[in-house]
């Protein structure tokens, strides 16, 4: 089955530390992209790929690294630098504009 | 810069109420694309529908229903006859088509729809 698959669904960090969200698509798509989503905010953009081994900062990018390395794989990383980390986060690929993006499942990440 | 409004937060309806999901945009480019992402309580975005910005034509699935118009830069969405399992946040979404790359694909607040039984 073609789709986006993130992992883990529930993650907890504790203060100071780095965690990494996983994101995998089989579905030979060239873009991805990072969303956080917070109660009333609705989806802010973090990072986006358009090509393997290239991203661009989105309206939020401070305290997040992301690699392309794959076509298939864009991991984001919450750094120490993140404040407020705790927010759903949602990955998303398309194959271009015209196209639909297709969403994982999200992680929710709590800083305990 | 691009930006999408969606100014109702929450709606609440009861069951068989036709309800619209205000969605407004902002573009600098003449081709770009327009969708809306139903989100259940589940999570998950799911995708309903895409317009590209030089087809003006209103649609119809079901009881779902689209009506774009250029002029006032918006893409509302119509629920008739409004259920329970149409309970969940919408989400109206932007994307320019910038030298046919792929660009940012932005989001609105999303409206949280609650239809009461």
């Known amino acids: 089955d073609g789709g986006i698959t993130q992992s883990p669904k529930y993650l907890f960090r504790k203060e100071g530390q780095n965690v990494t969200l996983s994101c995998e698509q089989n579905l030979n798509h060239d873009a991805m992209y990072w969303y956080r989503q917070d109660p009333g905010q609705g989806l802010r953009l973090i990072y986006y790929s358009q090509i393997v081994n290239d991203f661009q900062k989105g309206d939020i990018a401070e305290g997040y690294s992301v690699s392309r390395e794959k076509k298939e794989s864009f991991p984001l990383t919450v750094t120490s630098a993140q404040k407020n980390p705790t927010a759903f986060y949602l990955c998303?690929?398309?194959?271009?504009?015209?196209?639909?993006?297709?969403f994982g499942q999200g992680t929710r990440l709590t800083v305990v | 810069a691009q930006k999408v409004t969606q100014a109702q937060t929450e709606i609440s309806v009861v069951e068989k109420e036709d309800v619209t999901l205000d969605c407004v945009y902002e573009t600098r480019d003449t081709t770009y694309y327009l969708f809306w992402y139903k989100q259940p309580p589940s999570g998950e975005l799911v995708f309903l529908i895409r317009?590209?910005?030089?087809?003006?034509q209103n649609e119809i699935s079901g009881r779902y229903s689209w009506n774009f118009q250029k002029s006032t830069s918006s893409f509302n969405f119509t629920i008739t006859a409004s259920q329970v399992v149409d309970s969940a946040v919408y989400f109206c979404?932007?994307?320019?088509?910038?030298?046919?790359?792929?660009?940012?694909?932005?989001f609105g607040t999303g409206t949280l729809l609650a239809v009461q039984p």
């Open positions: 998303a690929s398309l194959q271009s504009s015209n196209t639909e993006a297709f």
């Open positions: 979404a932007l994307s320019e088509a910038l030298r046919g790359a792929t660009n940012k694909l932005i």
């Open positions: 317009r590209n910005s030089f087809d003006e």
